[in-house]
């Protein structure tokens, strides 16, 4: 892209920047089905990706979506689907059937306001656990939180990259509020975007399932005769029911893939984690609070410090309990009914006193007076 | 053409998990007959997909070949992703009638409007065989299974039927007690472009023939011979007349601007 030489200023919509972000990383295939607050993707890569050779397409539903977007990545390209909560409920199934097949590819799911239709264009934070565990059996997600436009663009490249380096699908949770504002963003210059590409396999491999932790993934169409299947399969992709030990060999390996990398996925933002009274926990629309209030509540002297989750799962523990190691009272704002909050008990472990913050309804957010009246409290 | 073909050399040396008799068996060798006969050596050309039940294991893993294995009902769309991004190679479609027509129904229809170029061969055995012969969108009426212990209560769907309604370019019905004129037609297909349909009637004594009064799967076959009524005779036939019959045949052949086409005439514009 000839634009991209220098840096450049742009002032963009969050789903756009998604979009924008997924021509860059590579993507060559969409999927999607409308849905608010995500239709700004579709509608942006069915402009963007047919300039770029690639194809952008309306299916029938989620389900479709999602499907399509496994093909075309099996067919050795970049792909990706967009959707909000209840798109993301019908995609569960073929999320599993990706983590089980080791398929690279994006899923943006953008929150809204639930259960059900619930305030269907309003901003929620309650998709957090779906994110994962959303499909059934034993399985694990990697999942990014954006809290900006310019973090929707980042954190979109970085999901196609992990997509393709760990051979599994990326869910980037965003939400309504960080999708749908405008803000100024840095585009960073081309050269100085890392760009990831799935390890291929030398033409006389034959495991493309197992004998190392990520194999290496052909096309179909390249000679391989790959066979991709949900169910257990051994090395080269032959389905394996009947043994109990193919399965928990396979299953623990496509678990340990990312589990064991769980410090390494760790993407935080941290401020006086090792120096703090007080400690906030936050992530996606509601961190966009902390900054203020923790200016004031250093202008009335309190030693705060906090922990934002760029990166949601596999929990960033390590982080997270070195917060807990120093301050006494950790509070997470989150809108929902607590779900981030169990993690932050779970981690501490009884050495701070985890303190909720929540509020649901009307896409109100959490003010950074509200947080600071709590940060206040628990002092 | 050699006379010694033999379908073992499409096939990874595994067991088929079909039961003796089980119509999939003849489904899957006429269509590998079908690519022999066109002078396929190798399916190095063609990608199958397939979702989930018996007739779902036609391809997978048995065709050297890429074989994709999906969700129950959501082959259709892991082809569409594939034939998009690889115009260049044949997508083939292997399912049974609760796969295709029942929970993924939408999606075939879908595929048929806007004429993706895959063929999908639906082996249709009326029932949903590998979860042990529960009733599906193909029962016929009155026909007991184990979730219509008093027989069906519902008007089966014919989905060749459907399928040229939706904008197929190429639909066809046979049995398989019509081994060559499926054969035939599975040839045909692979031809041409566009969504091609072709129904391959089948038997399950397993889950169907037996709770329906058959004996063995011959039986079964015997009355798919006596049930067919060519297309040809079925058009000047009264729906009451029609009724239990398998109408078979040609449902349409037609051209119209295949999906590949259209998207990639509108990546070319999007180019300029
Ligand atoms: C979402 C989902 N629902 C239900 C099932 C269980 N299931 C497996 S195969 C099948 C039906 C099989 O019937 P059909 O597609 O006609 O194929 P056949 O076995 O008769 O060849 C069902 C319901 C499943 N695997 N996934
Ligand atoms: S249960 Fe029916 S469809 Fe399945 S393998 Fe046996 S005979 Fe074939």
Known sequence: MKQLRRENIRFWQGNEACAEAAVIAGCKFFAGYPITPASEIAEHLAERLPQVGGVAIQMEDELASIGAAVGASWAGFKAMTATSGPGFDLMQETIGWAFMTETPCVIVDVQRLGPSTGQATKCGQGDVMQSRWGTHGDYSSIVLSPNSVQEMFELTIKAFNLAERYRTPIILLADEIVAHMREKIVIPIAKNMEVINRKKPEPYEKAFFGLQDIPPMPAVGEGFNVAVTGSTHDAYGIRFTADAQEHRQLVERLNNKIQSQAEKLADVETYKIDDCEIGIVSFGCTSRAIYEAVEKAEAKGLKIGYTRLRSIWPFPEKIVRQLTETAKKIIVPEMNLKQIFYEVQRVSNGRADVIPLNKIGGGELITPEELLEKIEESA | ?272
């Not at chain 2, 079909?18 to 003849?26: E, L, P, Q, V, Y």
């Not at chain 2, 190798?42 to 391809?59: A, E, H, M, R």
């Not at chain 2, 034939?83 to 029942?102: A, E, Q, S, T, Y």
Request: positive net charge; glycine residues 8%.
């Open chain 2, 1 to 272: 053409m050699s006379k010694s073909f033999s379908v073992k050399k499409y096939l990874r040396p595994l067991l088929l998990p079909f039961c003796s008799g089980c119509g999939g068996i003849t489904v899957m060798s006429e269509f590998l007959r079908a690519a022999n006969e066109l002078g396929y050596e190798k399916l190095d050309k063609f990608v199958f997909c397939s979702g989930i039940g018996c007739s779902s294991w036609i391809p997978s893993p048995h065709f050297v070949a890429d074989s994709v294995h999906t969700l129950h009902g959501r082959s259709i769309p892991v082809a569409t992703g594939i034939k998009l991004m690889r115009p260049d190679l044949h997508v083939i479609v292997f399912g049974g009638d609760g796969d295709i027509v029942g929970i993924g129904l939408s999606h075939f229809i879908h595929a048929a409007r806007r004429n993706l170029d895959i063929l999908v061969i639906m082996v249709n055995n009326m029932i949903y065989g590998m979860t042990g012969g529960q009733v599906a969108p193909t029962t016929p009426f009155k026909a007991k299974t184990t979730t219509t212990p008093y027989g069906s209560f519902e008007y089966p769907l014919d989905a060749a039927k459907l399928a040229v309604t939706a904008g197929a370019c190429y639909v066809s019905r046979w049995t398989t007690a019509h081994p060559k004129e499926l054969k035939d037609s599975i040839k045909k297909a692979l031809r041409m472009q566009g969504f091609r349909f072709i129904e391959a009637v089948s038997q399950c004594l397993t889950a169907y023939g037996r709770r329906a009064g058959f004996k063995d799967s011959w039986e079964m076959l015997k009355w798919f011979k006596e049930k067919a009524i060519p297309i040809e005779s079925a058009e000047v036939m009264s729906e009451k007349a029609l009724t239990g019959k398998i109408v078979v045949g040609e449902f349409v052949r037609r051209k119209r601007p295949t999906l590949v086409e259209t998207i990639y005439r509108t990546i070319k514009e999007a180019q300029k």
